[in-house]
């Protein structure tokens, strides 16, 4: 019965990363559909994000915030690649 348990607790958790990890794979999709060629950007933009977050949470700043830094430097980045 145990095994039955951690089936259905990675059933769950299996599926909330793959709704995680569906906008990704929509960002590189839709520019790729619509302009004929691969922006990649989305790719190096979440990473990026995800360290921008750690690093401002880490140097201090409220976990909310860091947040509000890492979406400022990610608008930047586009911007920059747009």
């Not at 520019?31 to 060629?37: I, K, N, T």
């Not at 990649?40 to 977050?53: C, D, N, Q, R, W």
């Amino acid at each position: 019965m145990d095994f039955v348990d951690i089936y259905f607790n990675l059933f769950a958790v299996s599926l909330v990363q793959g709704a995680i990890f569906a906008f990704p794979a929509l960002a590189v999709m839709i520019p790729f559909r619509m302009l004929g060629l691969p922006d990649l950007t989305s790719e190096g933009a979440f990473p990026f994000g995800a360290a921008i977050v750690a690093t401002v949470t880490v140097a201090g700043l409220a976990p909310v915030l860091s947040l509000s830094v890492a979406v400022l430097f990610g608008f930047v980045v586009g911007a920059a690649t747009a």
